[in-house]
């Protein structure tokens, strides 16, 4: 199994920009060849939601309510993902999850993002 890993949340004002970082590994070697990988997210008294994916070809998706605000992007050789994100709004706290092929790998500590003034 795949384990992964969160960073780069914290405290930001309205309109700030975070760049999250996930990097994946596995106990028994290398994690392989993965085809997709994507961001997560969850609000207090919310279920978890899924704001971006990318395939290893480079094809991304996008939640509506992050779309022109979020880029995600991905280093195919260290099987890393990030989450650009910019013009960030209250609406955007949450903790912040990647997983790999949907939601097959162990899920991690997360990162917090806290946007407020």
């Known amino acids: 199994q795949v384990q992964l890993v969160e960073s780069g949340g914290g405290l930001v004002q309205p309109g700030g920009s975070l760049r999250l970082s996930c990097t994946t590994s596995?106990?028994?070697?290398?994690?392989?060849?993965?085809?997709?990988m994507g961001w997560y997210r969850q609000a207090p008294g919310k279920q978890r939601e899924l704001v971006a994916t990318?395939?290893?070809?480079?094809?991304?998706m996008y939640a509506d309510s992050v779309k022109g605000r979020f880029t995600i992007s991905r280093d195919n050789a260290k099987n890393t993902v990030y989450l650009q994100m910019d013009s960030l709004k209250p609406e955007d706290t949450a903790v912040y999850y990647c997983?790999?092929?949907?939601?097959?790998?162990?899920w991690g500590q997360g990162t917090q993002v806290t946007v407020s003034s």
């Open positions: 997983n790999v092929e949907g939601q097959r790998g162990a």
């Open positions: 596995r106990s028994s070697g290398s994690v392989g060849f993965i085809y997709l």
């Open positions: 990318i395939t290893r070809g480079g094809t991304t």
